[in-house]
């Protein structure tokens, strides 16, 4: 076994392969000047939990990106909570905001402007597919001079196969939306 | 007056009534000119 290493012509046996811990489960190119962006088809059985990434995008305006957990292409609206902490950098004053049964998470992500890869995603999700509460970690939320962190919880548990992103004004554009499952 | 483009998977199309209905009711306004990154 040459787990984690492989040399070319290695045979890669069950064992290696089921260590294997983080999956490419879809990939999802942004269009030009959209408002939101549905994914479908991103959770399913095979994992319980995952990490989602938008990179290389850029947005209209300078705006916090929503995110809702979604069924067939429909967006769960209700039981979204969260709390963000963010510190702007030129004055480090610490500032906070929430949702307290939102109608989605509010800063799943950011975007700060029109360059590119100005505009960003990088969350975990636990347990979306599951029939059971499904907690959002690890948001990280980049606007031009304020940065912060968020972290949330849908109150619902319900199971749901993809999700909806969407900039609280303007639109965004670009970039790939990029899906792993972690290995249960 | 045309409605935001939404996008499902790869498509991309202009949003009917009840999703731009939706999208207004969500507090969505069309944005600024981007000012900085």
Redesign the interface.
Known sequence: MTFPVFASGDVLNASDMNAVGLWLVKT?????????????NAFSADYDNYKIIWSGG??????EI?MQLTTG?TASTASYYGALAWVSLTTAAVSGASDNNA??WSWAGAG????DG?ASLNVDLLGPYLAKRTRLHNAQVVY?TVYGTYTGLHDLGNSYDGFKL??????ISGGTIRVYGYRN | MTRPLIQIDDEVREMTDDEYAALLEQGWTPGEEPTDD
Do not use: D, F, H, I
């Open positions: 999802q190119t942004v269009g030009t000047g959209v408002s939101s962006v549905t994914v479908n850029q947005s209209s305006a300078a705006a929503y292409g109608a989605r700060a402007g029109a360059n100005a031009a969407t900039p609280y004004s303007g639109t």
